[in-house]
């Protein structure tokens, strides 16, 4: 154990890193239940292409072509899995649509092992986001300090947008009440298309800026499901703030207790995970008050 | 009728016995990869390793080779299953592959008691040639304890005297990293620190980076393989603690298979494996020239595994054997100097001795490439609990 300062700084900002991260994929999957109570166990899937496309698009665009297509990719993806799956399946009730999900994603699986093959693949951080850069007396990553602002802006972005914008205020009035905002004029079923495609470019966005940090393998999506899974349901599904407090406690959680507790690390967040749901099963900010 | 069947069935087995033994002998060889899952790019280096094997040195052996190709999917269950169709529905006459050691250990009664030989071309746990040996499996790839063991006593003599080892935690990563330390402190090395991050569970290794770096160790010392050794190659070397503390590993860290994906970030690493494709012997110039013309790819270590299991099987058949009893005889006695180095196999353990490579990862003409820093020595494994039968000598 290290009683120097830096040592506790480099670990906060590994934290901070870790919980953006998973924020920018958590964020997408529970608007996308908040407002259509549809449960899309394949949004890990999503990510994982858009690491893939923006890994193969580096070689050929740089960092920033794989960075701006990705996300735009997966959301025509979304668009698709939209019309041709999830429009009739909303409806069907939650088991069938948790099992529908969990089958695509071993579809997605094995057809990303046919497009991309079995080998892991790599992408470089792009050239102005090379080496450290000296923060509050460590040495950290700059990249990585790139992903911690980059899920502050998408935080405060879609802050904004929910609280202070039109529509937001209609998304706001979808998720309290579906049908009651239909009544209202709300076009509700559009708006559920958008949000699903925002959604899932998040989630490919997500994918593009983790590239560069881990390996792109065919089951990282489903190695990053359980996490998200968790971060949303301590904090609540459907609900942003829920989004970034779970982020937070998932990502604090793995890295101190990483730290402070190493031989109790994976059994923490689950141990947390099963207080939550006994204290409060609606988690710790719901959707609805 | 079903009688009369069967009279007849048995009547054109012998007959087909019969005639083909007049001729060539024919050996029946299921193979037991994980063609599916994490593991299926090692399983097709092993399968394409293997049939390159065959066809390179099968010619003057006198026997024709008809393989049985079953996916072990990385599930022990379903390895054990699709043992059991090979040598109860196929009747094989020997078995090859298993990548996973959790396959391995589900199948080890199944073929010890059907009396099967098994080439084992991957899957490295120590107990397999240690506690749970069998006289019917024998090891060609390495073992997990064999691979790092010789890092230990190098180590020292380059002059890195404490370090901080990093490893998954699970059964490899414990055998590993036990193996290294042990022999480490043995020479005079001290280990401040061990961290062990869950298996297939950590996306961040930032928080074990910290601890590392916070130890104050000369240089840092782990295994990762696959997907985690890219992710953990590169962000240790995004810390910049590659020119502090340097990286040292079990060679399955930067393999030749997928050390591209880790780019520059891999540049400087220090590892030690049983096989890299820059080896400099006539056996391996020959293995390289041959595995790119059929594939395309360099030959990575799981590559030259298979390639190794069928020159042992064909060594085998070379010595007389043709059937389950003398192909198991056989094959604990084969030696022969591969692209390697010299292997023969341990008649303790049945695990396979050969000397280790210590290389380090640079960059080439076209992409990364090994440079091998030195050869240690061949040295059998401690038998480990190991009472090998002499069932069938």
Same mark, same amino acid.
């Given at each position: 154990?290290?009683?120097?300062?830096?040592?506790?700084? +480099?670990?906060?900002?590994?934290?901070?890193?870790?919980?953006? +991260?998973?924020? =920018?994929?958590?964020?997408?999957?529970?608007?996308?239940?908040?407002?259509?109570?549809?449960?899309?166990?394949?949004?890990?899937?999503?990510?994982?292409?858009?690491?893939?496309?923006?890994?193969?698009?580096?070689?050929?665009?740089?960092?920033?072509?794989?960075?701006?297509?990705?996300? %735009?990719?997966?959301?025509?993806?979304?668009?698709?899995?939209?019309?041709?799956?999830?429009?009739?399946?909303?409806?069907?009730?939650?088991?069938?649509?948790?099992?529908?999900?969990?089958?695509?994603?071993?579809?997605?699986?094995?057809?990303?092992? %046919?497009?991309?093959?079995?080998?892991?693949?790599?992408?470089?951080?792009?050239?102005?986001?090379?080496?450290?850069?000296?923060?509050?007396?460590?040495?950290?990553?700059?990249?990585? +300090?790139?992903?911690?602002?980059?899920?502050?802006?998408?935080?405060?972005?879609?802050? =904004?947008? %929910?609280?202070?914008?039109?529509?937001?205020?209609?998304?706001?009035?979808?998720?309290?009440?579906?049908?009651?905002?239909?009544?209202?004029?709300?076009?509700?079923?559009?708006?559920?298309?958008?949000?699903?495609?925002?959604?899932?470019?998040?989630?490919?966005?997500?994918?593009?800026?983790?590239?560069?940090?881990?390996?792109?393998?065919?089951?990282?999506?489903?190695?990053?499901?359980?996490?998200?899974?968790?971060?949303?349901?301590?904090?609540?599904?459907?609900?942003?703030?829920?989004?970034?407090?779970?982020?937070?406690?998932?990502?604090?959680?793995?890295?101190?207790?990483?730290? %402070?507790?190493?031989?109790?690390?994976?059994?923490?967040?689950?141990?947390?995970?099963?207080?939550?749901?006994?204290?409060?099963?609606?988690?710790?900010?719901?959707?609805?008050? | 009728?079903?009688?009369? @069947?069967?009279?007849?069935?048995?009547?054109?087995?012998?007959?087909?016995?019969?005639?083909?033994?007049? /001729?060539?002998?024919?050996?029946?060889?299921?193979?037991?990869?994980?063609?599916?899952?994490?593991?299926?790019?090692?399983?097709?280096?092993?399968?394409?390793?293997?049939?390159?094997?065959?066809?390179?040195?099968? &010619?003057?052996?006198?026997?024709? /080779?008809?393989?049985?190709?079953?996916?072990?999917?990385?599930?022990?269950?379903?390895?054990?299953?699709?043992?059991?169709?090979?040598?109860?529905?196929?009747?094989?006459?020997?078995?090859? !592959?298993?990548?996973?050691?959790?396959?391995?250990?589900?199948?080890?009664?199944?073929?010890?008691?059907?009396?099967?030989?098994?080439?084992?071309?991957?899957?490295?746990?120590?107990? &397999?040639? !240690?506690?749970?040996?069998?006289?019917?499996?024998?090891?060609?790839? /390495?073992?997990?304890?064999?691979?790092?063991?010789?890092?230990?006593?190098?180590?020292?003599?380059?002059?890195? $005297?404490?370090?901080?080892?990093?490893?998954?935690?699970?059964?490899?990563?414990?055998?590993?990293?036990?193996? /290294?330390?042990?022999?480490?402190? &043995?020479?005079?090395?001290?280990?401040?620190?061990?961290?062990?991050?869950?298996?297939?569970?950590?996306?961040?290794?930032?928080?074990?980076?910290?601890?590392?770096?916070?130890? !104050?160790?000369?240089?840092?010392?782990?295994?990762?393989?696959?997907?985690?050794?890219?992710?953990?190659?590169?962000?240790?070397?995004?810390?910049?603690?590659?020119?502090?503390?340097?990286?040292?590993?079990?060679?399955?860290?930067?393999?030749?298979?997928?050390?591209?994906?880790?780019?520059?970030? &891999?540049?400087?690493?220090?590892?030690?494996?049983?096989?890299?494709?820059?080896?400099?012997?006539?056996?391996?110039?020959?293995?390289?020239?041959?595995? $790119?013309?059929?594939?395309?790819?360099?030959?990575?270590?799981?590559?030259?595994?298979?390639?190794?299991?069928?020159?042992? @099987?064909?060594?085998?058949?070379?010595?007389?054997?043709?059937?389950?009893?003398?192909?198991?005889?056989?094959?604990? $006695?084969?030696?022969?100097?591969?692209?390697?180095?010299?292997?023969?196999?341990?008649?303790?353990?049945?695990?396979?001795?050969?000397?280790?490579?210590?290389?380090?990862?640079?960059?080439?003409?076209?992409?990364?490439?090994?440079?091998?820093?030195?050869?240690?020595?061949?040295?059998?494994?401690?038998?480990?609990?190991?009472?090998?039968?002499?069932?069938?000598?």
């Amino acid at each position: 154990m290290s009683t120097d300062l830096g040592f506790w700084v +480099l670990q906060m900002l590994n934290a901070l890193q870790l919980s953006m +991260l998973l924020f =920018l994929l958590s964020v997408g999957l529970t608007v996308i239940f908040g407002l259509m109570h549809f449960v899309n166990l394949a949004h890990g899937s999503l990510y994982a292409f858009g690491a893939y496309v923006a890994a193969s698009l580096s070689g050929a665009f740089g960092y920033w072509g794989g960075f701006v297509l990705a996300p %735009l990719a997966v959301a025509a993806l979304g668009a698709v899995l939209y019309f041709t799956l999830i429009r009739s399946m909303r409806r069907a009730g939650p088991m069938a649509q948790v099992l529908v999900t969990f089958g695509l994603i071993f579809v997605a699986v094995d057809a990303t092992r %046919l497009i991309w093959g079995d080998l892991p693949m790599g992408s470089a951080v792009p050239k102005t986001f090379e080496g450290q850069l000296a923060l509050l007396g460590v040495q950290y990553p700059i990249y990585r +300090l790139f992903i911690i602002g980059l899920g502050l802006t998408v935080l405060a972005a879609l802050t =904004l947008v %929910l609280s202070r914008t039109q529509i937001g205020a209609m998304i706001r009035a979808g998720v309290d009440n579906d049908q009651m905002a239909a009544c209202l004029g709300i076009n509700v079923e559009r708006m559920f298309m958008s949000v699903f495609v925002l959604g899932c470019a998040l989630a490919g966005l997500a994918g593009a800026v983790a590239a560069p940090v881990l390996s792109v393998t065919p089951d990282m999506g489903l190695q990053i499901l359980i996490p998200t899974l968790i971060v949303i349901v301590i904090g609540g599904l459907g609900s942003l703030k829920g989004a970034v407090v779970g982020s937070l406690i998932f990502g604090f959680v793995q890295t101190f207790g990483a730290v %402070l507790l190493p031989t109790l690390n994976s059994v923490l967040i689950y141990a947390l995970l099963a207080a939550v749901l006994v204290i409060r099963p609606e988690g710790l900010l719901p959707a609805k008050g | 009728m079903k009688t009369t @069947l069967k009279t007849a069935l048995a009547g054109l087995a012998i007959s087909t016995a019969m005639s083909s033994a007049a /001729f060539a002998e024919d050996i029946k060889v299921g193979v037991l990869l994980p063609y599916s899952g994490v593991f299926a790019a090692l399983a097709q280096d092993i399968d394409d390793g293997f049939t390159l094997g065959l066809e390179t040195f099968g &010619a003057d052996s006198g026997a024709t /080779f008809q393989l049985v190709r079953e996916d072990t999917e990385v599930k022990p269950p379903v390895g054990l299953a699709k043992t059991k169709k090979l040598v109860l529905q196929d009747e094989v006459d020997v078995l090859m !592959g298993v990548v996973s050691s959790g396959v391995l250990g589900a199948i080890r009664d199944t073929v010890d008691g059907a009396k099967v030989p098994l080439i084992v071309a991957n899957a490295g746990n120590d107990e &397999a040639t !240690g506690k749970d040996c069998s006289p019917y499996i024998t090891r060609i790839s /390495f073992s997990n304890q064999q691979v790092n063991r010789p890092m230990g006593q190098w180590m020292v003599d380059q002059g890195v $005297k404490r370090v901080f080892t990093i490893a998954p935690d699970y059964a490899a990563g414990r055998q590993m990293i036990d193996a /290294f330390t042990t022999a480490f402190t &043995a020479a005079g090395g001290e280990v401040i620190g061990q961290d062990w991050p869950a298996f297939q569970k950590t996306q961040d290794y930032g928080p074990f980076l910290a601890n590392a770096r916070a130890s !104050g160790a000369d240089a840092v010392f782990v295994f990762f393989a696959g997907g985690e050794a890219i992710s953990f190659v590169k962000q240790y070397d995004s810390f910049g603690m590659k020119a502090a503390m340097p990286l040292y590993g079990s060679g399955f860290l930067t393999s030749s298979l997928y050390v591209n994906a880790q780019g520059p970030a &891999a540049e400087g690493v220090i590892t030690a494996l049983h096989y890299v494709p820059t080896l400099d012997n006539p056996e391996n110039a020959a293995l390289v020239a041959a595995f $790119k013309a059929k594939t395309g790819r360099i030959p990575s270590e799981y590559a030259v595994q298979g390639y190794d299991s069928a020159r042992a @099987l064909i060594e085998a058949v070379k010595s007389g054997a043709t059937d389950r009893q003398t192909l198991a005889a056989a094959l604990p $006695k084969v030696s022969f100097t591969g692209p390697r180095g010299e292997l023969k196999i341990d008649p303790a353990t049945n695990n396979v001795i050969q000397p280790i490579h210590v290389y380090e990862t640079v960059a080439g003409a076209d992409g990364l490439t090994q440079k091998v820093l030195a050869t240690l020595p061949a040295e059998a494994d401690p038998a480990n609990g190991c009472t090998m039968p002499a069932a069938i000598n």
